[in-house]
C-alpha cells in the first residue's frame, strides 16, 4: 500500500482542494471550457511527465520533471485540437493534432485530417513527421497521419513508424514511414498500393512482422507474415462487416495475438506464429479481461482492460499486476479509477481518479518510495463533484437495460427535475467517471440519466446485436423506459423531463420529440441527425458501391440500402408534424461526420410546420466539440433553454 502522501506535490499543477463540506457551485465556465489538465504522461524512465495544461486564454503543453518540477519545455497549442500525446523517448514527445480542411488539390468533402510532430524538450527543435518525405522516387505524402505514431529505439536511434498517405501517381495511397529522429531521415517502408493492406505490425527492433488487408470486393480479411524475404498469407477470413483485430505480438516476440468476434457473439482469441503460422490459442485469454492492452513503446501485449460500470486492468507481469492493485487500493472510496499511464519499470504510475472525497483528480503513485502525489485537478474551479452511480432498469420487453445516474447534491433524490442524456454512436457507450456534461446539469438541480441502450458497445455483444434493426424503435423507448423506471422509484418528477444527446443522442433527442411522444417536455439535439437517407448519401459520397461502414449502418437501421423506404419512418425530419415541445438545435459548421445541413435543414422543416425551435450554429466548430470557446457556448445556450423550459426549482 502507498500509504505516505507525497509532501511536495508537483508545484505548477497544485490546484483546489478536494470536495468541501458546503456545496459550492462551479460557474458554467469551470465545466464547459477544455479540461484544465489532461493527457497525463509518464516519460518511459520516470523521471518526467508530459501534460496539456489549459487556462481561459491559452492551451499548452508542458514536460515537467518529476524530481525537481523544473519545467523542461513548453509548446502553445491554443490554435489547435489536440488528438495524442506519447513519449518517443525520455527526452521526444509525439504530439498528433487535427485540422478541418478539403484536401489539398483534391476533390471532395471538408474531413479531418491528423498530423503528427516530434519536439524535444532538451533542444526545443519541433519537426512536423512527414514534411520530408514529399518528392523522393516519384513520390509525395500528404503531410498527414493516419493513426498514432509508433516509437521505437532501434542501435540507439529513436525511430517513429506512423502511416500516411502517398501519391505514386494520381491516385493515393495509404503507406507505412519509418521516421528516424535521431538521424532526420525519412523512408517509406510498405504501401497498400499492391497488397490492399490496412495496417502493419512492427517488432521491438523495427521490423514489419505482419501486415493485414481487407479486400472489400471479396469481403475477406487476411494476415500475412513476413518470413524469408517475404510475406505468407496465413489467415483468410469472410468478413462483410467486422474483420479480426491484431492486437500485438507476444511478449516473447513469437507469435502474433488475433482476436475474432465469433456467430455467437464471443470473442475468440487466437496466437499466430510468426515461425510457420500455426494457429492455436492464446492461453492469456482466460483471466477474461474485455480489450488488450498492448505496450505503446514495443507492441507487446502486456494485459487487457475490463469495463463494465467501472474501469479495471489485468497486467500479464505479476508485479506490475500488484502495482496496480496496490495502487487502486489507495483510493478506496472511488467511484472510479483510470490507469493513465505508466514507466517502463512501473517505478511511476499516473491514475485518473473520480469520486466526492477526489473529486476529478490525477495522482502519481510513486511505487519505489510508495508515494502519492497529487498533481492537480482536470477540470479547475470545480470543488463538489455530484455523485454517479450505476443502476440497472427493465425495459418493456424484460430487457435489462444499465445506466449511469448523476445526482444533484444537497437535494433530496425525489421527485427531481430529469435529464436523459443518451450517448453518442449509437455502437459506443459512456464510460465510468467525471462527465463534464453530466455534471454541468447536475450542478444546476437535474437528475441526469445516461442509458447503456440497446445498441451499445461495450457491454457484450447480445446488447449490441439487440440494437440492430431497432434504430428509433426499441433503442429509443429503452430511453423512456428509463424516465419511467425513476417516476416510478419516485425519483424523478415525470412531468419534468427533458432529452438532451449530441451526434446519435441527437437523433434521440429528435426522435423524442417526433417518434416517442409525450414522456419529454423540452428537446436539445446537439450535431443530432434528422435526416437519416441524407446522412448515408453523405458518408456514401463519392463512392459508386458500398463498403464495410454502409453494410455495418444497413444492418443497425434495418435497411437493405440508402434508399430504403423504411428510412423515412425513423427520420425525425419526416415527422415534424408532431412536434409539439420547444426544440433547441445546435450544430457546428465544421462538422465533417454529420454534416450542418442536417440541422439546418430540420431547422427549415419546423419553421414552415411553425413549431417551437432555436438554433444556435457554432462557428468553425467539429462533431467533437473541440474549441473552448463553443463548446461553452453550447453549454451556456443548453442551460439557459433548460432552465427557461424545464425548471429544476
Known amino acids: 500500500m502507498f500509504r505516505k502522501i507525497l509532501v511536495a506535490a508537483l508545484a505548477a499543477l497544485v490546484t483546489c ?33 508530459a501534460y496539456v495544461r489549459g487556462t481561459t486564454t491559452r492551451r499548452v503543453v508542458v514536460a515537467q520533471s518529476l524530481t525537481t518540477n523544473q519545467v523542461l519545455g513548453m509548446i502553445n497549442v491554443s490554435d489547435t485540437k489536440l488528438r495524442d500525446l506519447r513519449w518517443a523517448d525520455n527526452h521526444t514527445l509525439l504530439i498528433t493534432t487535427s485540422v478541418t480542411a478539403r ?66 501517381g494520381e491516385a493515393g495511397y495509404l503507406a507505412l514511414f519509418r521516421i528516424d529522429l535521431t538521424s532526420n531521415t525519412t523512408r517509406m517502408v510498405s504501401s497498400d498500393r499492391d497488397t490492399h493492406a490496412e495496417d502493419w505490425v512492427i517488432d521491438q527492433a523495427g521490423n514489419i512482422v505482419a501486415e493485414s488487408s481487407y479486400f472489400e470486393n471479396s469481403q ?38 488475433v482476436s475474432a468476434l465469433q456467430p455467437d457473439g464471443s470473442t475468440k482469441y487466437e496466437q499466430v506464429s510468426l515461425k510457420d503460422g500455426g494457429i492455436a ?16 513503446r514495443s507492441g507487446h501485449a502486456i494485459g487487457g482492460m475490463r469495463v463494465t460500470d467501472k474501469d479495471d486492468y489485468v497486467f500479464f507481469d505479476p508485479r506490475a499486476d500488484g502495482v496496480w492493485r496496490a495502487a487502486k487500493a489507495d483510493f478506496p472510496n472511488a467511484t472510479d479509477i483510470d490507469l493513465v499511464s505508466w514507466s517502463d519499470d512501473m517505478s511511476k504510475v499516473v491514475v485518473h481518479v473520480f469520486g466526492e472525497t477526489y473529486g476529478d483528480t490525477y495522482y502519481v503513485v510513486d511505487t519505489a518510495q510508495h508515494k502519492i502525489g497529487r498533481l492537480g485537478s482536470a477540470y479547475d474551479g470545480i470543488v463538489d463533484v455530484c455523485p454517479e452511480q450505476w443502476i440497472e432498469y427493465k425495459a418493456a420487453d424484460g430487457r435489462q437495460i444499465g445506466a449511469y445516474l448523476t445526482l444533484p447534491l444537497n437535494r433530496e433524490a425525489k421527485n427531481l427535475p430529469l435529464i436523459v442524456l443518451p450517448h453518442g454512436g449509437p455502437h459506443a457507450r459512456d464510460n465510468p467517471g467525471f462527465d463534464w456534461f453530466s455534471q454541468a446539469l447536475a450542478s444546476r438541480g437535474y437528475a441526469v440519466l445516461q442509458p447503456q441502450f440497446r445498441g451499445s458497445d461495450g457491454f457484450g455483444t447480445d446488447l449490441l446485436y439487440a440494437g440492430f434493426g431497432e434504430f428509433g424503435k426499441k433503442m429509443q423507448t429503452d430511453l423512456s423506459d428509463g424516465v419511467r423506471a425513476l417516476a416510478a422509484k419516485g425519483l424523478a418528477d ?28 423540452c428537446v436539445v439535439s446537439i450535431a443530432g441527425i434528422s435526416d437519416i437517407r441524407g446522412l448515408l448519401r453523405y458518408w456514401q459520397w463519392p463512392r459508386n458501391t458500398e463498403d464495410r461502414n454502409q453494410r455495418f449502418w444497413d444492418r443497425f437501421l434495418g435497411v437493405s440500402d440508402s434508399g430504403d423506404s423504411k428510412l423515412d419512418a425513423i427520420s425525425p425530419i419526416k415527422h415534424v408534424d408532431k412536434v409539439s415541445i420547444p426544440i433547441l438545435l445546435i450544430h457546428g459548421r465544421d462538422d465533417t461526420v454529420v454534416p450542418f445541413d442536417q440541422s439546418d435543414d430540420m431547422a427549415d422543416a419546423l419553421k414552415d410546420a411553425r413549431k417551437p425551435y432555436e438554433f444556435v450554429k457554432l462557428s468553425g466548430e467539429d462533431h467533437w466539440l473541440s474549441k473552448s470557446e463553443t463548446r461553452l457556448q453550447m453549454l451556456e445556450a443548453t442551460l439557459k433553454f433548460l432552465e427557461a423550459n424545464n425548471p429544476p426549482n
Open 17 to 49: 482542494a478536494g470536495a468541501a463540506v458546503a456545496v459550492v457551485t462551479a460557474p458554467l465556465e469551470a465545466y464547459g471550457r477544455l479540461p484544465s489538465l489532461t493527457d497525463v504522461r509518464v516519460s518511459p524512465d520516470g523521471n518526467a511527465i
Open 103 to 168: 484536401p489539398f488539390g483534391l476533390s471532395g468533402h471538408r474531413q479531418e485530417w491528423a498530423l503528427a510532430q516530434s519536439y524535444d524538450v532538451q533542444t526545443k527543435a519541433q519537426h512536423a513527421l512527414l514534411q520530408d518525405v514529399g518528392g523522393k522516387h516519384d513520390q509525395e505524402a500528404m503531410n498527414v497521419v493516419a493513426g498514432p505514431p509508433e516509437p521505437r529505439i532501434i542501435d540507439g536511434h529513436t525511430v517513429v513508424f506512423v502511416r500516411g498517405i502517398y501519391f505514386p
Open 220 to 257: 475477406h480479411w487476411k494476415l500475412a507474415i513476413y518470413r524469408d524475404g517475404g510475406s505468407t498469407d496465413v489467415m483468410d477470413v469472410a468478413a462483410p462487416i467486422e474483420t479480426p483485430n491484431v492486437e500485438g505480438l507476444t511478449e516473447d516476440e513469437k507469435a502474433l495475438v
Open 281 to 296: 490459442p492464446w492461453q492469456r485469454a482466460s483471466v477474461g479481461f474485455g480489450n488488450v492492452m498492448a505496450d505503446p
Open 494 to 521: 415525470p412531468k419534468r423531463v427533458c432529452i438532451v444527446g449530441a451526434s446519435y443522442g441527437g437523433y434521440a433527442a429528435l426522435a423524442g420529440a417526433t417518434l416517442d411522444t409525450g414522456v419529454y417536455r
